[in-house]
């Protein structure tokens, strides 16, 4: 085998209030690897398309090709060169996971090129050095959920502890970019490190309740549980119409609604694929009212992740 196609799908990061520790992924849009040998050793970067020319050419440092050099380096092998070439399906700086989503293609096309030598969850650790790549932090709640899909809670960064919980069939997301540019850096930056006790306890109370509110399917608790009192009121000044925007989602039919990942892009979940495409349509037209265009994507729960398109 000398080439691999691999797909990897955005993400929604943190869920309203589980910063850090839950996400989930979408079935579209996704980053698209392809990767082949070649005789001269090292990884070079070939082409590069949908990013206007805005990604870093080298490999050090984009994601999708930084996790390539942690994983050869780990598995000590230099014998041949590789050539990458990254189709960029989504906007940088989205809060879609966009940086995820390359690192995650990256690995799994270069593991299956290797023949599989570790398994999804191995590969974890070296997709999360594509996040310290993009935003200076090695956070797992965009790259676990692009890697092994479904809804991604992570117990504990040191160690790693990381598991899905099922979702009900019948949830839907709601994603809606609007054209701004976030990047999870200046997100993270902004963050107080001090969170009152008060706070602690409600975020504990809704964490708590949207895992359970999701493994029950009870869809008034996982309504109920979306609620994030310490990230959303910081981050959301960053948002335009963030207020108005997530009252017509709610309005409109939708259980919850808050930032994805670092924004700009906003999620909304929703009993039904209707309800789903209803809030959007919403959502999007509010945004337009204060003259801001927008991408609207609906999507279940993408529930098996990354994959390989071909050999
Ligand atoms: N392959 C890549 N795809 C997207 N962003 C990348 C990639 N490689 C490096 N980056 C850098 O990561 C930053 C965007 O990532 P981030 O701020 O986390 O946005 P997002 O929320 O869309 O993932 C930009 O500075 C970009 O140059
Ligand atoms: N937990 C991270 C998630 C960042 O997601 P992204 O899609 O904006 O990269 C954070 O909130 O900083």
């Given at each position: 085998m ?21 996400g ?7 980053d698209?690897?392809e990767?082949r ?39 000590d ?25 390359s ?41 676990g ?13 040191h ?16 994603l ?18 001090e ?9 504990m ?53 808050s ?53």
């Amino acid at each position: 085998m000398n080439s691999i196609k691999a797909f990897a799908p955005a993400t929604v990061a943190n869920v309203a209030c589980g910063f850090d520790i839950f996400g989930f992924a979408i079935e579209e849009p996704g980053d698209v690897v392809e990767l082949r040998r070649r005789d001269e050793p090292g990884i070079v970067i070939t082409n590069i398309t949908g990013d206007e020319g805005r990604l870093p050419r080298n490999p050090e440092k984009n994601s999708v090709t930084g996790v390539m050099l942690h994983l050869l380096k780990h598995l000590d092998i230099k014998d041949f060169g590789y050539e990458v070439i990254l189709h960029k399906n989504m906007p940088l700086g989205s809060g879609m996971g966009s940086s995820a989503a390359s690192a995650v293609a990256g690995v799994v096309a270069m593991n299956e090129l290797l023949g599989n030598p570790l398994t999804r969850q191995e590969l974890l650790p070296f997709a999360m050095e594509g996040e310290r790549i993009a935003s200076g932090s090695a956070h797992a709640d965009n790259v676990g959920p692009s890697l092994l899909g479904g809804f991604v809670v992570i117990r504990s960064y040191h160690p790693l502890d990381i598991f899905t919980i099922p979702v009900p069939d019948d949830l839907y997301c709601t994603l809606v970019h609007p054209d701004i540019e976030i990047n999870t850096k200046d997100a993270r930056y902004i963050l107080r490190n001090e969170v009152s006790l008060k706070n602690t306890i409600a975020q504990m109370g809704n964490v708590a309740g949207l895992v359970a509110g999701l493994m029950k399917a009870d869809y008034d608790l996982i309504s109920r549980s979306m609620v994030d009192v310490i990230i959303e009121p910081v981050r959301s000044i960053l948002i335009p119409e963030f207020k108005e925007v997530k009252t017509a989602a709610i309005s409109n039919g939708a259980l919850g609604c808050s930032i994805s990942g670092s924004g700009p892009s906003m999620f909304a979940l929703s009993r039904g694929r209707d309800n789903a495409i209803a809030a959007g349509q919403a959502m999007q037209a509010r945004f337009a009212e204060a003259g801001i265009d927008s991408a609207l994507h609906i999507s279940g729960i993408n529930k098996g992740g990354a994959k390989i398109l071909e050999h």
